[in-house]
């Protein structure tokens, strides 16, 4: 199972929006709405921001959205603030009843 | 709330043997499903194996297929990851998660991981 393609970068200025793209196969992304966001600062353990493609946990903010078109899905942060810079990786069930994530995507707030 | 801790850890050679723990608390361990994902040194998130919560389906991912195997016991609230015929690759942090409340296909508690090292 090959890792889900994403940007290995991307940055921002405070209050503007950046978008994550996260790209499959039919086989998971695209095959199913299982589409996971997760948020993982240096040394930390990651930390749950989105499931099944669009809905946020509670507790979790609303600059956090998700998205989803064909075999790639997206995360889209909106008011970028300096505590978002972090790693961010997207995970999907895929069709072997396994899951597979992103090689992740690193989050620079300029 | 939940919380997961992670031991088993160090360094082994490779070929060798290695069994990793998950002591969950503040949950009904037993009715949620449970993953085991690793992360090599600077790199990202690898999903290496999940157990559902009834033990009766076990998932690998390829690279550790036939080496590795998850299990748990409910009566200790501990999953378990038994690691056999080790490799220079399998370094890395490995977290234990719990399936999410919210979606039985994401994961909303994890460890804090606990480092393996396969050197000579």
């Known amino acids: 199972q090959s890792a889900l393609t994403q940007p290995a970068s991307v940055s921002g200025s405070p209050g503007q929006s950046i978008t994550i793209s996260c790209t499959g196969t039919s086989s998971d992304v695209g095959g199913y709405n299982f589409v996971s966001w997760y948020q993982q600062h240096p040394g930390k353990a990651p930390k749950f921001i989105i499931y099944d493609v669009n809905k946020r946990p509670s507790g979790v903010s609303n600059r956090f959205s998700g998205s989803k078109s064909g075999n790639t899905a997206s995360l889209t942060i909106s008011g970028l603030q300096a505590e978002d810079e972090a790693d961010f990786y997207c995970s999907s069930y895929t069709s072997r009843s396994t899951w597979v994530f992103g090689g992740g995507t690193k989050l620079t707030v300029l | 709330q939940g919380q997961l801790v992670e031991s088993g850890g160090g360094v082994v050679q490779p070929g060798g043997s290695l069994r990793l723990s998950c002591a969950a608390s503040?949950?009904?361990?037993?009715?949620?499903?449970m993953h085991w994902v690793r992360q090599a040194p600077g790199k990202g998130l690898e999903w290496v194996a999940f157990?559902?919560?009834?033990?009766?389906?076990?998932y690998q991912a390829d690279s550790v297929r036939g080496r590795f195997t998850i299990s748990r016991d409910d009566a200790k609230n501990t999953l378990y990851l038994q690691m056999n015929s080790l490799r220079v690759e399998d370094t890395a942090v490995y977290y234990c998660a719990r399936r999410a409340d919210s979606s039985a296909y994401s994961s909303d508690h994890w460890g804090q991981g606990t480092l393996v090292t396969v050197s000579s």
């Open positions: 157990i559902r919560n009834d033990a009766t389906n076990k």
């Open positions: 503040g949950f009904s361990f037993s009715t949620y499903g």
